[in-house]
Protein backbone atom coordinates (compact mmCIF):
# COMPACT_ATOMS: atom_id res chain seq x y z
CA UNK A 1 0.00 0.00 0.00
CA UNK A 2 1.57 3.64 -1.19
CA UNK A 3 1.14 6.25 1.65
CA UNK A 4 1.73 9.83 0.69
CA UNK A 5 3.47 11.20 3.71
CA UNK A 6 1.67 14.77 2.94
CA UNK A 7 -0.60 14.23 6.56
CA UNK A 8 -1.28 17.72 7.83
CA UNK A 9 -4.42 19.35 5.50
CA UNK A 10 -3.72 23.17 5.74
CA UNK A 11 -6.63 25.05 5.47
CA UNK A 12 -5.66 28.62 6.27
CA UNK A 13 -8.11 30.49 8.28
CA UNK A 14 -11.21 33.08 6.46
CA UNK A 15 -10.38 35.56 8.67
CA UNK A 16 -9.13 39.28 8.94
CA UNK A 17 -5.32 39.26 8.57
CA UNK A 18 -3.66 41.91 11.41
CA UNK A 19 -1.67 44.46 9.28
CA UNK A 20 1.74 42.73 7.99
CA UNK A 21 1.00 39.43 9.98
CA UNK A 22 -0.91 37.47 6.99
CA UNK A 23 -2.89 34.91 7.95
CA UNK A 24 -1.13 33.42 10.36
CA UNK A 25 -1.84 36.38 12.80
CA UNK A 26 -1.80 34.65 16.35
CA UNK A 27 -0.20 31.48 15.69
CA UNK A 28 2.64 30.93 18.02
CA UNK A 29 6.37 30.06 17.44
CA UNK A 30 5.57 26.45 18.53
CA UNK A 31 2.27 26.12 16.30
CA UNK A 32 4.23 27.66 12.67
CA UNK A 33 6.75 24.87 13.49
CA UNK A 34 3.95 22.24 13.78
CA UNK A 35 2.40 23.44 10.40
CA UNK A 36 5.46 23.70 8.43
CA UNK A 37 7.56 20.56 9.76
CA UNK A 38 4.99 18.31 9.33
CA UNK A 39 3.19 19.03 6.41
CA UNK A 40 5.89 16.71 4.67
CA UNK A 41 7.21 13.37 6.08
CA UNK A 42 4.71 12.74 8.96
CA UNK A 43 6.41 10.28 11.17
CA UNK A 44 4.67 6.84 10.05
CA UNK A 45 5.47 4.95 13.08
CA UNK A 46 2.91 3.55 16.21
CA UNK A 47 3.80 6.61 18.40
CA UNK A 48 3.57 9.51 15.64
CA UNK A 49 2.89 12.31 17.61
CA UNK A 50 5.26 11.16 20.06
CA UNK A 51 8.03 11.72 17.20
CA UNK A 52 6.47 14.91 16.27
CA UNK A 53 6.69 15.91 20.13
CA UNK A 54 10.52 15.09 20.49
CA UNK A 55 11.35 17.00 17.21
CA UNK A 56 9.64 19.79 18.39
CA UNK A 57 11.22 19.69 22.10
CA UNK A 58 7.71 19.36 23.45
CA UNK A 59 5.48 16.80 25.02
CA UNK A 60 3.24 14.48 22.93
CA UNK A 61 0.27 15.90 24.72
CA UNK A 62 1.37 19.65 23.81
CA UNK A 63 1.72 18.11 19.70
CA UNK A 64 -2.14 16.98 20.17
CA UNK A 65 -3.31 20.08 21.89
CA UNK A 66 -2.09 22.04 19.52
CA UNK A 67 -3.40 20.32 16.66
CA UNK A 68 -6.67 20.36 18.48
CA UNK A 69 -6.51 23.89 18.87
CA UNK A 70 -4.99 24.61 15.19
CA UNK A 71 -8.37 22.38 13.52
CA UNK A 72 -10.72 24.29 15.85
CA UNK A 73 -9.33 27.46 15.12
CA UNK A 74 -9.29 26.98 11.01
CA UNK A 75 -5.83 26.07 10.36
CA UNK A 76 -5.99 23.12 9.88
CA UNK A 77 -8.89 20.86 8.18
CA UNK A 78 -7.90 17.61 9.60
CA UNK A 79 -5.20 15.16 10.38
CA UNK A 80 -4.86 11.98 8.46
CA UNK A 81 -3.76 9.82 5.69
CA UNK A 82 -3.47 10.51 2.02
CA UNK A 83 -3.51 7.78 -0.09
CA UNK A 84 -2.40 7.40 -3.60
CA UNK A 85 -5.24 7.51 -5.39
CA UNK A 86 -6.52 3.80 -7.13
CA UNK A 87 -4.32 2.52 -4.50
CA UNK A 88 -6.86 1.62 -2.11
CA UNK A 89 -10.68 2.33 -1.79
CA UNK A 90 -12.76 4.63 -4.41
CA UNK A 91 -12.40 8.33 -4.47
CA UNK A 92 -14.10 11.57 -5.97
CA UNK A 93 -13.80 15.45 -6.69
CA UNK A 94 -17.51 16.22 -6.68
CA UNK A 95 -19.36 19.49 -7.03
CA UNK A 96 -22.47 21.07 -6.74
CA UNK A 97 -24.37 24.28 -7.60
CA UNK A 98 -25.50 25.52 -4.09
CA UNK A 99 -27.93 28.45 -3.86
CA UNK A 100 -25.95 31.58 -2.06
CA UNK A 101 -28.46 31.44 1.11
CA UNK A 102 -27.66 27.60 1.89
CA UNK A 103 -23.40 27.19 1.07
CA UNK A 104 -22.75 27.74 4.80
CA UNK A 105 -25.71 24.98 5.48
CA UNK A 106 -25.00 22.74 3.31
CA UNK A 107 -20.94 22.66 3.37
CA UNK A 108 -21.70 22.22 6.89
CA UNK A 109 -23.60 18.63 5.84
CA UNK A 110 -20.91 17.67 3.53
CA UNK A 111 -18.32 18.18 5.42
CA UNK A 112 -19.95 16.12 8.53
CA UNK A 113 -19.21 12.54 6.45
CA UNK A 114 -15.84 11.06 7.47
CA UNK A 115 -15.52 10.50 4.07
CA UNK A 116 -15.26 13.66 3.03
CA UNK A 117 -11.09 15.46 3.22
CA UNK A 118 -12.52 18.75 2.54
CA UNK A 119 -14.55 21.06 0.98
CA UNK A 120 -14.38 24.55 -0.61
CA UNK A 121 -16.31 26.85 -2.66
CA UNK A 122 -15.43 28.26 -6.02
CA UNK A 123 -16.59 31.21 -8.35
CA UNK A 124 -18.52 29.00 -10.71
CA UNK A 125 -21.42 27.87 -11.25
CA UNK A 126 -20.60 24.84 -9.45
CA UNK A 127 -19.77 26.59 -6.59
CA UNK A 128 -19.50 23.94 -4.16
CA UNK A 129 -16.38 21.24 -4.32
CA UNK A 130 -15.28 18.79 -2.17
CA UNK A 131 -13.08 15.39 -2.39
CA UNK A 132 -14.95 11.74 -1.20
CA UNK A 133 -12.83 8.79 -0.52
CA UNK A 134 -14.27 5.63 0.62
CA UNK A 135 -13.58 1.94 1.74
CA UNK A 136 -15.18 1.01 -1.86
CA UNK A 137 -17.18 2.15 -4.99
CA UNK A 138 -20.31 1.27 -3.50
CA UNK A 139 -20.03 2.95 -0.21
CA UNK A 140 -18.91 5.99 -2.58
CA UNK A 141 -21.99 5.75 -4.43
CA UNK A 142 -23.76 5.95 -1.13
CA UNK A 143 -22.37 9.20 0.15
CA UNK A 144 -23.47 10.56 -3.35
CA UNK A 145 -26.57 9.76 -2.81
CA UNK A 146 -27.38 10.80 0.28
CA UNK A 147 -25.74 14.02 -0.30
CA UNK A 148 -28.16 14.69 -3.42
CA UNK A 149 -30.87 13.46 -1.39
CA UNK A 150 -30.42 15.74 1.42
CA UNK A 151 -29.83 19.06 -0.65
CA UNK A 152 -32.24 18.18 -3.47
CA UNK A 153 -29.13 18.90 -5.71
CA UNK A 154 -27.47 16.88 -7.90
CA UNK A 155 -24.38 16.40 -7.31
CA UNK A 156 -21.76 16.02 -9.94
CA UNK A 157 -18.94 13.37 -9.67
CA UNK A 158 -15.78 13.64 -11.22
CA UNK A 159 -13.43 11.05 -11.08
CA UNK A 160 -9.77 11.16 -11.86
CA UNK A 161 -9.21 10.63 -15.06
CA UNK A 162 -5.37 10.88 -14.72
CA UNK A 163 -2.88 11.43 -11.82
CA UNK A 164 -0.56 14.26 -11.44
CA UNK A 165 1.99 14.72 -8.45
CA UNK A 166 1.75 17.95 -7.16
CA UNK A 167 4.03 18.59 -3.85
CA UNK A 168 1.61 21.01 -2.14
CA UNK A 169 4.30 21.53 0.83
CA UNK A 170 5.81 24.59 1.05
CA UNK A 171 7.24 27.03 3.51
CA UNK A 172 4.84 28.98 5.53
CA UNK A 173 6.69 31.29 6.93
CA UNK A 174 8.87 32.96 4.03
Not at 18 to 40: H, I, M, S
Not at 82 to 103: C, D, E, M, N, W
Request: charged share 20%; aromatic share 10%.
Amino acid sequence: MAVESHIVELLLPPVEPVAGQGATAGLTPLEKRLLDEFQNNFPLSPTPFAEMAQCLGTSEEQVLYLLEGLQERGFISRVGPVFKPRQIGASTLAAVSVPAYKLDNIAAYINAFDEVNHNYERDHRLNLWFVITTPDQERLEQVLAEIENYTGLPVMSLPLVKSFHIDLGFSLWC
